[in-house]
């Protein structure tokens, strides 16, 4: 396909000391609106994933919906949305991860995927991890199979990696 040409870190902005001094946000809005780079990101997110028996994508609020949703359409697979802590209406699996400061939890409905189901997790971003690390509990709190995980960037300086090894892991862009 040619939009794998793309270079999608041209579509990445940079905005200094946002959301607090010292902190160099990565905004993602220029890839989305762009309608060549936003379908080659897609594309990139699945390729390595097709034929890996990806039954489930799975993706945490807020952005990683929009890219979530977008991957489970291109690989056939179902969506399930995971949420913050008392925003799903139903039965729920909670799990919990450390903040800079204090902790936060995450929740997924307790029959979105249902044991020994492949499991795709998506996201924009990978930083520290914690996050991540919360969504590949709940998918196996439900007896399902983490089989990869899908990043548009990484920040390779905070290592969040590491704390998702041993997980087939793959970002577009790392930084």
């Not at 000391?17 to 699945?46: H, N, S, Y």
């Not at 979530?68 to 925003?87: E, T």
């Amino acid at each position: 396909m040619a939009n794998q040409r793309i270079d999608l870190a041209r579509y990445i902005r940079a905005i200094p000391d946002w959301p607090k001094e010292g902190v160099l946000f990565r905004d993602i809005t220029p890839l989305l609106k762009d309608p060549q780079a936003f379908p080659a990101a897609i594309e990139a997110l699945c390729e390595p994933f097709r034929g890996a028996e990806v039954q489930y994508v799975a993706a945490v609020e807020a952005r990683g919906f929009i890219f979530g949703a977008a991957v489970a359409a291109m690989l056939g697979a179902g969506f399930v949305p995971i949420r913050k802590k008392g925003k799903l209406p139903w039965l729920t699996e909670c799990a919990s991860y450390e903040l800079e400061y204090g902790v936060d939890s995450i929740e997924m409905h307790r029959d979105a995927i249902p044991a020994r189901a492949g499991v795709l997790l998506v996201d924009d971003l990978l930083a520290t991890g914690g996050t991540m690390c919360a969504a590949c509990e709940l998918v196996e709190k439900v007896g399902a199979k983490v089989v990869g995980i899908a990043f548009v960037i990484e920040l390779t300086d905070l290592r969040g990696r590491e704390k998702l090894a041993p997980h087939n892991i793959h970002a577009l862009i790392s930084y």
